[in-house]
């Protein structure tokens, strides 16, 4: 019987309040660094030797864990329960990439949705191929070497830190060719100006994305698009004909008249969800081939399996949720940043930003009611090693502690390096990234000089693969997607709805109408020079 | 007679402490709103209308500004002062833009620095246009299009962020002539990797930026770029006719056999400072032509003069800075989110995240001892709208409170809009950010549904210039610059420093030499695969 209460209803988090911080600075050591490592999907394993919690911290998050029944919660997710309880919805996102529990079919909406996915799946592999292999060619005859997503929020963010993830990857990791992505997200009329210089129209194909089919920014820059195409005149390039559509099937952008195609996902796949659905997929398999977004599907799967086991020292996900709930509510740290040490995931944080604050930055719990402890963290992040030569002298020297979240890899993804001074590129980025957590937890004292002290215990964790493939890609993406389920049980908010977006909608169709006679909106549209 | 006092030391701190935040919820107006607008350098404005403050408190913050001699302590660093007091330097990154004091010459090093910041403009100015025009040819004999800056941290994300927001320029900001501009930057090898992917070497031009001549990243990303040269074969390519240097003149860079050409800095500019020094200015001005540049400096100039001013009222980086201290230290807000309404600006945020972190992020005061209070925030942001669709979730609705710097400009910058439903894009936009000030500040109770209430009261500012010229991005670039110095004197510290990257280079060396014995590296460097 899963029972939901706020975290301060339980008693586990009573217990764990009382918890001191462990003292890493004095108490970090190989054994414990090598005893800290918990193994999850493929190659992936988190490793937590320089968090602030000994063997009590870690039973008092069992505990926890336990009594807000994580696991059970999210095997009900899994089975169709509606836990998106302020829309109502389900929530499916783990089942774009395959069926965690074994035999479990999900009806909605008089279909069931593991066949739906799978059917869209195929609709997927067989456009991408047609168009990779040129059996589907551009309006005036020719092949489209150059896609172009146009979407905003959950419909960019994580498309894009993967399509920018894999940029490297070639036939060992079974892409064959690799066309151009480019993506148009803002609705300042600059970004589709920047994206569409020098672009082959008449090569390109766009991708629009909208769930609902009238996100405001992604209607005003189809418009756009089919302006400039209009604009540039090319005799028989029919703008329609470059076009596909990534919505649910009520939408009206389905409707786009002679639009290519369109794919479908639903309401129980939130945008910041949706990297694996069609609204990840289309772009993925058109831009690197439809078997290397099954690798990332079949990465994500694997890691949804990983996340079923109820004992955190064997879940790296559950630890992980964990262990960020007592340095949120405990320890009362308001950030956490996410440093991927490879150049590749440099828009992973802007992603996982969006997955994390957008799902838990909430006041009210699952039923709507008001909270009195804290939820979601400020999320930031840049790949390392050029955050250190950066913001990374706040988190060293600054005047409050920041937890950190570190993402390595053994090798490199591409097939460049070299030896300067006596070691390769990789080998420094990868000691850098030893050095910084190190130097982090411990610290160094320096009595004669505080400018040179370095005080020591802050916090990391680290999740490292073998190397950037599009399966590890796919496990990583899961593991920061589960870690927000997870924190969302603890806290007894609904991760997946985000009514805090609503109210700026409404007040920008206010101004856009006129300000309605609102001083307050009169005043600033004015400072902004919009003219009534 | 300049007193340097930490904050906690001050009367007027003490007075500040007591106001309370000012209830902006209940109280913004039209007639506020209009009222708190500063004019700065062109056509740009700060306004502070949506923050907790008012009459009582902006006295109190002058008082504070006064008793902490702000202008007289700009004034000293301007005249020459050892401002940098750990590293016992000048502080003259204003001086490579314009002297902000009539008559008043720097003497350092037996050279006056404006002359010597002068002359090398000159040598940019030159060596620029050459390659503009085609006098300077690649060393196969083809004109240069592809200008690559090889630097890291202040050597990588201003002038990179500059670059970026001038993309959509033309010959009306006189801009005649467009090279591509790209970076590389990490010491991950995939960076060079994905960036030299496609690149034509023959007509490619490599800045070499590094102040030291010594930083690990940039000397082995030259030479995986030289390795790469060398790989491509073409015969007649000689690898160091394609290279310039942006160096100190006692650095090891400056001798790379063969270079092209080699320009200055010194040591009285901080990397993250030093985007309107040579630093920013060879690549700027090789990119989009000297005069772009020349206008930059003019911006960043005219907003230096600015903030001269004294009285915190006709001051807007005065006051940006001052709201700023009493938000992170009496009402104890540990983070602020920079939020540009322009794609263009996208990576402004990171580039700021620099500058403000790095020099306020510390626990020591000028003169190396501990302190007791709080300084530099945590810095994040995206560009809107596209934020409005991932974090502000938490902005809106989260247990938190984060305050907000919005910037935004009247015009676009590029030449492409069109109407969708009664409106462009760039009403839009506007109309956006317009909406999200006020949504912040006045929430909107729901009391049957706590879900779809928002409590408001969540402060911002906003910096508005007319469009974003290159004059208007130097101003911007220095409203941040000194609103960060003028923070650092209210909190006594040394913003020019940055002691706080040292220890993670030192073990980082030792990771590279075998870890010497260290069991925490070593255990790490296994879990990476670091073998020895």
Chains 1, 2 share one sequence.
Not at 105 to 123: H, I, Q, S, T
Not at 341 to 363: C, I, T, V, W
Not at 482 to 506: A, H, P, R, T, Y
Request: contains cysteine; hydrophobic residues 35%.
């Amino acid at each position: 019987m899963i029972e939901y209460k706020n975290l301060t209803q339980t008693k586990s988090y009573g217990k764990l309040s009382a918890i001191k911080a462990y003292d890493i600075k004095h108490n970090l050591s190989g054994a414990r660094i090598e005893g800290s490592s918990i193994r999850e999907a493929g190659t992936l394993v988190y490793n937590y030797g320089a968090m602030p919690v000994d063997g009590k911290t870690i039973d008092a998050l069992q505990a926890l864990a336990d009594e807000q029944q994580l696991i059970e919660k999210y095997r009900a997710l899994l089975s169709g329960e509606r836990m998106n309880t302020g829309e109502n919805r389900l929530v499916l996102h783990q089942l774009t990439r395959g069926r965690v529990l074994d035999g479990v079919r999900v009806e909605a909406d008089g279909v069931e949705k593991g066949d739906f996915y799978n059917g869209e799946l195929e609709k997927i592999r067989d456009f991408s191929e047609k168009v990779r292999n040129g059996e589907i060619k551009g309006s005036t005859g020719k092949e489209i070497t150059t896609v172009i997503q146009i979407g905003i929020g959950g419909s960019d963010l994580g498309p894009r830190a993967l399509c920018y993830a894999l940029n490297l990857i070639g036939p060992e990791d079974g892409c064959t060719k690799k066309l151009n992505a480019r993506f148009i997200s803002n609705v300042d009329p600059d970004d589709a100006c920047a994206v569409l210089e020098g672009v082959d129209l008449e090569r390109t194909l766009f991708v629009l994305v909208s769930k609902s089919g009238t996100t405001q920014e992604t209607l005003a820059n189809r418009d756009l698009v089919f302006k400039v195409m209009e604009r540039r005149g090319i005799r028989g390039l029919v703008p329609q004909k470059h076009v596909v559509a990534v919505t649910s099937n009520t939408s009206p952008l389905a409707k786009t008249p002679d639009i290519l195609a369109v794919f479908f996902m639903d309401d129980y796949i939130g945008g910041r969800y949706s990297a694996t659905s069609p609204v990840g997929g289309v772009i993925l398999s058109l831009t690197y081939g439809f078997d290397v977004f099954r690798q990332i599907l079949d990465g994500a799967h694997a890691e949804d399996v990983c996340a079923l086991e109820k004992d955190i020292r064997r879940n790296g996900t559950l630890m992980d949720a964990m262990i960020g709930v007592y340095l949120r509510n405990v320890l009362k740290y308001p950030y956490t940043a996410v440093l991927p040490y490879s150049q590749s995931l440099h828009r992973m944080p802007a992603h996982f930003q969006q997955l994390d604050m957008e799902s838990n930055g909430k006041h009210v719990n699952r039923f709507g009611e008001v909270i009195d402890y804290q939820t979601g963290p400020v999320i930031f992040g840049e790949p390392g090693t050029n955050g250190q030569h950066s913001f990374y002298q706040l988190l060293h020297q600054g005047t409050d502690i920041v937890p950190m979240q570190f993402i390595g890899f053994r090798e490199k993804e591409g097939n460049l390096d070299a030896e300067n001074g006596g070691s390769t590129s990789q080998t420094k980025l990868k000691a850098n990234l030893v050095a910084q957590i190190v130097a982090f937890a411990c610290g160094r004292d320096n009595a004669e000089n505080p400018n040179k002290a370095f005080e020591g215990g802050r916090p990391s964790s680290v999740l490292v693969a073998d190397r950037l493939t599009p399966f590890a890609l796919g496990s990583i993406l899961a593991h920061f997607e589960n870690k927000v389920m997870f924190q969302g049980f603890v806290w007894n908010i609904n991760s997946f709805d985000q009514e805090g977006v609503q109210l700026g909608k409404i007040l920008a169709k206010k101004v856009l109408s006129g300000c309605e006679g609102d001083e307050n909106l009169m005043a600033y549209s004015k400072l902004l020079g919009i003219d009534f």
